[in-house]
Nanobody, 125 residues
């Protein structure tokens, strides 16, 4: 499994931007498809964005397309999520997740076996 630590959450007003990051402690980080999920109060954890091993393919939930950008820095074992034009519906705890090595990205939480502790993002109207 991969040890993951998120950072960069916070509070922002609607229309603002935030960047959350995830540091991974693992050898061969490039072997792992990665994703961001979020969980709003009272709701299930939901897929936000995913990225393939070398970043050549990215996936987004419809609700964030055009506003969020997922990226990875394999040399430094980091995963990033740039969030622009935030709205209150984006509020939640954001988790980074890693699939088992050499698997393709997935939008389903149960396909990921390594999770960070989460970072809170709060968007006020």
């Amino acid at each position: 499994q991969v040890q993951l630590v998120e950072s960069g959450g916070g509070k922002v007003q609607a229309g603002g931007s935030l960047r959350v990051s995830c540091a991974a402690s693992v050898r061969s980080f490039s072997n792992y498809a990665m994703a961001w999920f979020r969980q709003a109060p009272g709701k299930e954890r939901a897929f936000v964005a995913g990225i393939s091993w070398f970043g050549g393919t990215t996936y987004y939930a419809d609700s964030v397309k055009g506003r969020f950008t997922i990226s990875r820095d394999n040399a430094n074992n980091k995963l990033n999520l740039q969030m622009n034009n935030l709205n209150p519906e984006d509020t939640g705890v954001y988790y980074c997740a890693a699939r088992p090595p050499l698997r393709v990205p997935s939008t389903k939480a149960f396909d990921y076996d390594s999770w960070g502790q989460g970072t809170q993002v709060t968007v006020s109207s």
